[in-house]
């Protein structure tokens, strides 16, 4: 029992603060946070040209359903349509249900929970299931649904971000011993890339990752599972574990370098919106 009592003290985590938290996580090389800004500039300059071109698909197909005529503008629904364009919404929705019927495993991709989940438990990106809830989300917005381009706008960023993580991790770019910590922060990246880009609001994009992301990232951080031929731990140490691992999960969106991250992102994915707008405008010209 003494050596029980023994082990289970040293199984204990020791009370750490934040701010030694924080100098630990941020004790990184400067090539290190030089290859998470470059990975940052990436994640906003293709959140900021996909979600130009998810507005845009949203005005076309818009147009293409209710009327436009590139001389007079919009055209009234009841000159062309009549009642007839009561229909379309419900057209929409059918649309979106084949979708998903066709979607792998009968559902879309997952939201930004899901997102956070799926890199906390270390599953990959599905890159046809992410498609195809960004497809579906053109035909309920284009359809004349209610709902915003915001919210897809933010799934976009962040799904983008797994992407770039994804081609990262696999060139040894991100680095093994942190590459959770990189994926964590290049999500939290994606999502306030996300919330600019479809806002036009850079500083909304940085605190909601720094509050939005990190609680959810804390949230998802899993239990420990029960090893097989081991003793449990007591409860009062599983659960100091599992304190333990979420604060961790959450400074590390909160670290100096994770905001370096997000702040580039969020200030780059606007302006790179911008920038496929003038060359691509997402809105009809009469």
């Not at 919210?151 to 590459?179: D, F, Q, Y």
């Not at 605190?207 to 731990?233: N, S, W, Y």
Request: aromatic share 4%.
């Amino acid at each position: 029992s003494a050596s029980a009592s023994a082990s289970a003290q040293l199984a204990v985590p020791m009370p750490v603060t934040r701010e030694s938290m924080l100098l630990e996580y941020d004790a990184t090389s400067i090539s290190s946070r030089q290859r998470l800004l470059a990975s940052a500039v990436a994640v906003g300059a293709l959140t900021g040209v996909a979600v130009s071109f998810f507005k845009l698909a949203i005005i076309r197909t818009a147009a293409a359903l209710y009327g436009y005529d590139a001389t007079h503008g919009w055209i009234g629904t009841s000159k062309r349509l009549g009642r007839a364009a009561l229909l379309i919404p419900a057209l929409g929705g059918l649309v979106v249900a084949a979708m998903r019927a066709a979607s792998p495993r009968g559902r879309f991709g997952p939201g930004l929970a899901g997102h956070v989940a799926e890199v906390e438990c270390g599953q990959p990106l599905e890159t046809a299931s992410f498609a195809s809830r960004t497809a579906a989300a053109v035909a309920t917005l284009g359809s004349g649904n209610s709902l915003g381009p915001e919210g897809p706008s933010v799934e976009l960023g962040v799904g983008l971000s797994r992407l770039v993580g994804r081609v990262a991790s696999r060139g040894g770019w991100l680095g093994a011993a942190h590459l959770m910590r990189r994926q964590r922060q290049l999500l939290a990246a994606g999502a306030a890339a996300g919330v600019a880009a479809g806002f036009n609001a850079p500083v909304a994009g940085i605190f909601f990752a720094l509050e939005v992301v990190a609680a959810a990232v804390r949230a998802a951080v899993p239990e420990d599972e029960a090893v097989p031929g081991e003793l449990d731990l007591p409860d009062a140490v599983a659960a100091a574990s599992l304190d333990a691992r979420r604060d961790s999960a959450e400074l590390d969106i909160k670290s100096r370098s994770s905001i370096s991250a997000i702040v580039v992102s969020a200030v780059v994915a606007p302006r790179t919106l911008t920038l496929t707008h003038t060359i691509a405008p997402t809105s009809p010209q009469p």
